[in-house]
């Protein structure tokens, strides 16, 4: 098949890293792939300008041999295309639109309905304006969803079957890393994010509170983003770690602390999991269907800040229960591999197309 992923952005997000893993396995198993990156995402002028600014920049990147996706590593005979319109894409299986603003433009392709399809991955009502949002829902797209969350969403909110939910893996043995130093103090690990959903605000909070009462607790912080809030305690950050440092931090941390208020399949719990972290986070997305409460993480109602502080506060406190949740995590990992992942996807898109 020759399958297409349209894509908003190729900047480094978990949504984006999942499609270029499929793309990869995609190619590996027999498939022509291409990634288009839409550079308009916008029916109205500045977008269009915007789109113009946007192929300039990645004119000027190719002439000086800078890789804008060197943060993913090699691509394997996937080709990238970046694309002001999709209107001259027609020789094609399949068309996959991979966000919210991509699905609009998928819909209007005169291609035949049943190469359309839409890889939903979260509740995207952060990235433009609610409605507009809910209309891609109803767009005449076969839906793919990576959660069970998601699939209820669709189905209660906006009377959409779907197919799924699945098309997500995980590699647990990337994120063990025996060459790692053990810090000597108790350290708390947190991404930290600029989107309000993240919850990063509530988080620092309640690692505020903690600091406050635990003094020795070394907290480390890491993401894409420079810190713009303002933090009344000591704390490390890591801007933008690569992978192989990104698994140096995991592993030498003790408690990882994740206060999102809304996810589709949030990577860094499970991530944490594998490195042998105690896990204490929100139950939103797909948390809930990887971790068990008190077993292999503690789970807590999204934005309560005292439920998190209580919880941070008794692993602390207890080192047998620390220990125990640590090793629960990293030996109970349920979610399959990437390449089985992505055979799940190729076995739903050869389905749908045979209908």
């Known amino acids: 098949m020759k399958i297409i992923f349209v894509v908003n952005t190729t900047g480094l997000t978990g ?31 500045l ?22 996706l060197a943060w993913f590593g090699e691509l394997e005979g996937v080709k990238i295309k970046r694309l002001i319109k999709l209107n001259k894409l ?33 509740y995207e009502i952060w990235t433009r304006k609610k409605e507009e949002v809910d209309n891609t829902y109803q767009l005449p797209l076969k839906k793919i969803v990576i959660s069970s969350y998601l699939k209820k969403l669709l189905l209660e909110k906006f009377n959409q079957e779907t197919l799924g939910p699945g098309c997500i893996g995980f590699e647990a043995a990337e994120f063990i890393d025996q060459t790692t ?17 993240k919850g990063s605000a509530l988080g620092l909070k309640v690692l505020e509170k903690i600091k406050q009462e635990f003094p020795f607790v070394k907290i480390v912080l890491f993401g894409p983003y420079k810190i713009k809030d ?14 192989e440092k990104l698994v140096k931090i995991f592993c ?37 269907e990887y971790a068990k409460n008190n077993e292999t993480a503690i789970l807590v109602e999204p934005n309560d800040p005292v439920a998190l502080y209580e919880a941070l506060k008794d692993l602390i406190l207890d080192q047998a229960k620390l220990k ?31 209908r």
Request: proline share 5%.
């Open 15 to 45: 949504g984006i890293r999942a499609i270029l893993i499929h793309a990869n396995n995609l190619v590996n198993l027999g498939h022509e792939v291409e990634i288009v990156h839409l550079l308009r995402l916008k029916n109205n002028f």
């Open 47 to 68: 977008s269009l300008i915007i789109a113009y600014l946007k192929k300039c920049k990645y004119f000027i990147f190719k002439i000086f041999n800078i890789n804008p």
């Open 90 to 122: 027609k020789d094609f299986d399949c068309i996959i639109a991979t966000a919210n603003e991509t699905a609009d433009f998928v819909s209007e392709l005169s291609a035949d309905q049943e190469k359309k399809f839409y890889f939903v991955q979260d």
């Open 181 to 197: 130093d053990q810090n000597n103090s108790l350290t708390i690990l947190m991404p930290y994010h600029v989107l309000q959903k």
């Open 230 to 243: 303002k933090i009344n305690f000591d704390f490390k950050h890591f801007l933008k770690p690569t992978r």
């Open 252 to 288: 030498s941390a003790d408690i990882f602390l994740f206060p999102s208020l809304q996810e589709g399949f949030p990577a860094p719990p499970l991530e944490a999991m594998a490195a042998g972290c105690a896990v204490v986070a929100t139950k939103v997305g797909t948390i809930p």
């Open 324 to 354: 125990l949740l640590k090793n629960n995590a990293k030996n109970n990992i349920t979610v399959p591999s990437w390449f089985k992942a992505s055979q799940e996807l190729e076995n739903i898109l050869i389905t749908e197309l045979k």
